[in-house]
C-alpha cells in the first residue's frame, strides 16, 4: 500500500537555525498537507500543496511540491522556540483509487534557546 | 472560530469492555473522519464518513469498530471487546471538501 516517509526522525536546532523536513511518498502524490502537531496536542493544518513544482510561503515557512509530485519539503527559517512540534505531511492519491489521506511518519523538532 | 470537539478527552476502560468515543464535527462540514494515533508514533487514518455512510476505512477498521452519527451533529466510533492495544489518542476530523481536516483535541483511550 501507499506509504509515506519523512526525515529526519528528530532534529535538535538551536534557535535561529534553519531546519528542514522532507517527506517522500511511495506513489505519485494527487495533492499533499502539511500539519503541525504541539506535544500533547492535536494535528493543526499549516498548508495544502496540489501543482507540480508549487512553492507556497507562510512566513519563515517555506513548502515545497516535488516536480513528480512524489516529494515534498517544509523549510523553517530562523526558527523560534514556538516552532516545536512534529511535522507531519499528508498526502493523497486518487489514482490509488482513495481519498483518504495517508499521514508520514513524522518529524519532532526540537528548538534550543 | 468553529472547531471540532471531542469527549471524553480522557478515557479509562477495562480491557474487553466497548467504548463510545464521541465527536461534534464542525456544524457545515461534510467529511467526517477517525484518525488513531498511539503515543510517540504517526497519525493513522480509520475511517472516512460521508452522506451517511462509511466512504473508506483502513486496514485497522475491522469488525471491532464501527461508526455512527446519530443525530444532525454527532459522530461516534465505537470499539468493542477493547484491546490493550487499542491505547492510543483518537482525534476527529472533519472538512467542508477533501481538502483541510480540521481536527479535534483528540481522546486518550487508556485500555487497563
Known amino acids: 500500500g501507499q506509504q509515506v516517509m519523512q526525515i529526519p526522525q528528530y532534529q535538535h536546532v538551536q534557535e535561529g537555525e534553519d531546519f528542514t523536513t522532507y517527506c517522500n511518498s511511495s506513489?505519485?502524490?494527487?495533492?499533499i498537507q502539511w500539519y503541525k502537531q504541539r506535544p500533547g496536542g492535536h494535528p493543526v493544518f499549516l498548508i495544502q500543496?496540489?501543482?507540480?513544482?508549487e512553492v507556497k510561503k507562510q512566513k519563515r515557512l517555506t513548502f515545497q511540491f516535488g516536480e513528480a509530485k512524489k516529494n515534498s519539503s517544509l523549510h523553517i527559517t530562523a526558527t523560534q522556540t514556538t516552532d516545536v512540534g512534529t511535522y507531519f505531511c499528508a498526502g493523497q492519491s486518487w489514482a490509488s483509487g482513495t481519498y483518504k489521506y495517508i499521514f508520514g511518519t513524522g518529524t519532532r523538532l526540537k528548538v534550543l534557546a | 472560530e468553529p472547531e471540532v470537539t471531542q469527549t471524553p478527552s480522557h478515557q479509562v476502560t477495562q480491557m474487553g469492555q466497548e467504548v463510545i468515543l464521541r465527536c461534534v464535527p464542525i456544524?457545515?462540514?461534510?467529511?467526517f473522519y477517525w484518525y488513531r494515533q498511539i503515543l510517540g508514533q504517526k497519525v493513522e487514518f480509520l475511517v472516512s464518513?460521508?452522506?451517511?455512510?462509511?466512504?473508506?476505512k483502513s486496514e485497522i477498521f475491522d469488525d471491532q469498530f464501527s461508526v455512527e452519527r446519530p443525530d444532525g451533529s454527532n459522530f461516534t466510533l465505537k470499539i468493542r471487546s477493547t484491546k490493550l492495544e487499542d491505547s492510543a489518542m483518537y482525534f476527529c476530523a472533519s472538512s467542508e471538501q477533501v481538502t483541510e481536516a480540521f481536527f479535534g483535541q483528540g481522546t486518550r483511550l487508556t485500555v487497563v
Open positions: 456544524s457545515n462540514h461534510l467529511y
Open positions: 500543496l496540489v501543482k507540480s513544482g
Open positions: 506513489t505519485t502524490l494527487s495533492n
Open positions: 464518513f460521508y452522506n451517511n455512510e462509511i466512504s473508506e
